[in-house]
């Protein structure tokens, strides 16, 4: 039975009709849901030589995706986008009913935001579950690739059991996604693992061969049941987070002592057992993954009747370290900020994308508003989207123009093109020849040769030594 089970499937993938009149085969692989990792899985999966439909029931995005233009930035995926419509391995549709009757694997990809509880909200995929439900025409293998909370598998089985109309099987699979915003093509291509959670090794089998030529060591597909495929992403990313706010907490402390944190986390993360990534000290964790994976494991702890401690104090650390920014700033600037020009380098959350979700900038931002400074933003991606979130700043169309006249500078992103910052030529348009770099990446001996005031988080040596 399994093997003709098989056979099927396999004559399925071979077989599939298209939507059109035109004769071409229709995309085996059906993503619901264009946001980032929809769309990043769709373009890559296409890259990989998989015909691939992206569904989504919105069709204004749906046209401009057509169309080859991405509603987000993310290194070269417009160019990969493009590159999959002129080969017709990927195709993009609003209609989501004959996506899902055409296509025999299907992802869910679509958004799951926070609660005002912490939980993440599993509407949309509620929703997509209904539909796949009306719709299952033949044998589908289901994969949930948004971040839902633990047991959601069976919350989406259950719906479709109770909602579909006809007795076709199908299996549902968890496959959390791992990619970085700024590295997400490389990442899908060469992830360090691939986390598949099935009830069987045929269908485990079939999910993987859609990876058969991403660069993975074979001992990195890790084949395991839906419950620990969908804790993974949270204590994955909850633990990256806790090495975040540890070493923010850790260089609040360093820096009382005028120890360089930096040298003391370079050491640290020597110790194969911990590692260096993630040990940075800045100005707190943001975008769409840590801060919502962190609350939504609190909250699912505590609805376990575990007291999250620790969890808890995760984001209690990466919340304070925004205001430490402000008040160091503060400090610098003499503890009065009022109507001081203020340049903020980077509003997104990191750089190479312009991602502004629960990004240090927003909170930072707001604070110094609040005590009266006058900002002037600039980030290569990311204006835009920040203006939506806060209209009532000067925002600049060049790194230079945010500067002139500055009586303060602030580093909040690490983009390429400040670490890169021509002190010799800035010096004599400031106001003020301050810099706090959240980040760390300007030579701090140059700053002061230029006679520069430079404080950085996690060497706030550098300061008490330039006095």
């Known amino acids: 039975m399994k093997t003709n089970l098989l056979i099927f499937i396999f004559f399925s993938i071979m077989n599939l009709q298209t939507m059109s009149n035109t004769p071409k085969p229709f995309p085996n692989v059906t993503i619901i849901g264009s946001g980032y990792v929809g769309l990043v899985a769709a373009c890559c999966l296409a890259k990989l030589k998989k015909q691939v439909c992206c569904a989504d029931i919105d069709k204004d995005k749906i046209d401009k995706l057509k169309n080859k233009i991405c509603p ?59 539909t796949i439900a009306k719709h299952l025409n033949t044998y589908k293998i289901i994969c949930l690739k948004s971040t839902v909370p633990i047991g959601t598998h069976k919350i989406v089985e259950e719906i479709i059991n109770k909602e579909k109309i006809s007795d076709v099987t199908f299996d549902i699979v968890s496959i959390p996604e791992f990619l970085r915003e700024g590295s997400a093509i490389y990442d899908f291509i060469n992830p360090n693992r691939i986390v598949i959670g099935a009830k069987s090794k045929e269908v485990f089998d079939t999910v993987k061969s859609l990876f058969d030529n991403v660069n993975v060591k074979s001992e990195n597909i890790i084949f395991t049941n839906n419950l620990v495929a969908e804790t993974i992403k949270y204590v994955a990313n909850s633990f990256l987070a806790l090495k975040v706010s540890f070493a923010n907490e850790i260089s609040n402390f360093c820096d009382e002592l005028g120890i360089d944190t930096i040298a003391v986390m370079y050491a640290v993360g020597k110790d194969e057992r911990i590692g260096s990534q993630f ?56 503890n009065d900020i009022k109507n001081k020009n203020i340049a903020v380098l980077g509003l997104a959350f ?118």
């Open 72 to 130: 987000f930035y993310e290194p070269g995926l417009e160019e990969l986008l493009g590159n999959a419509i002129d080969e017709k391995s990927i195709e993009f549709t609003s209609n989501i009913e004959i996506a899902i009757e055409e296509a025999s694997i299907i992802f869910i990809a679509v958004n799951t935001p926070t609660l005002e509880n912490g939980d993440a909200d599993i509407t949309a995929v509620k929703a997509v579950a209904k």
């Open 279 to 334: 040990l940075n000290p800045g100005p707190g964790f943001g975008g769409s993954c840590f801060p919502k994976d962190v609350k939504a494991l609190k909250k699912m702890m505590e609805d376990a009747g575990v007291d999250p401690k620790l969890i808890s104090n995760i984001l209690s650390v990466n919340e304070a370290q925004k205001h430490i920014v402000v008040k160091r700033l503060c400090t610098l600037i003499g």
């Open 350 to 467: 990191k750089a190479n994308t312009d991602d502004i979700r629960e990004a240090p900038a927003l909170t930072i931002i707001k604070e110094l508003k609040s005590l009266g400074a006058n900002i002037r933003a600039y980030d290569p991606k990311a204006n835009s989207n920040m203006k939506r979130e806060i209209p009532d700043i000067t925002y600049c169309d060049s790194l230079n123009t945010a500067i002139e006249k500055a009586d303060a500078i602030l580093v909040l992103t690490e983009w390429q093109e400040f670490k890169n910052l021509d002190l010799s030529a800035i010096k004599n348009s400031v106001n003020q020849k301050i810099i706090l770099d959240t980040r760390n990446i300007i030579n701090s001996v140059r700053a002061i040769e230029h006679g520069f005031i430079y404080d950085a988080i996690g060497k706030n040596f550098l300061l008490r030594n330039s006095k």
